[in-house]
Structure formats: structure tokens, C-alpha cells
């Protein structure tokens, strides 16, 4: 089974999160399919908390620059 690439976004991670989950809930899928699912669900997990993270640095930077509340754009990644 080739690797699945990454989902670029937090939306895509966060729906192919949910998707293990109601998966791996049902109980239907084998325990190696169901140790893969886990695998991938901490890897998405991982994903979605940077993602999180690094908004909510982008969030203090507009609060904090120069001590006033300013929108900057932001460089694409």
C-alpha cells in the first residue's frame, strides 16, 4: 500500500483525522489495518497542532506589534 501524501491543510488533516476515527471506532478493519489507521491518526494529530500552533503565534504577533493591535499580510509558505 504506497503512502498517502500529507493533506496541505488544517481542514483536509482535521476531516481525514475524523475519518479514522469513526474507523478505527466501528471495530471493522483488521488490527494491522487498525495499527496503520492509529499511525496516521497521530501523524494528522501532529500536523493539526502545529498548524494550530504556528496561527496562534501569527495571532500574538499582530497583538503584540508595537503595542498595538495591527493586520500585517502574511507570507505564504
Partial sequence: MPKKKSPTSFEDSLAELEQLVTQLEQGDISLEESLKSFERGVNL?????????EA?????????KNGTQSLEPFADE
Avoid: G, M, P, S
Wanted: charged letters at 30%; a positive charge; hydrophobic letters at 35%.
Fill in 45 to 53: 494529530t501532529r500536523t493539526c497542532q502545529k498548524a494550530l500552533q
Fill in 56 to 64: 496562534e503565534q501569527k495571532v500574538q504577533i499582530l497583538l503584540e
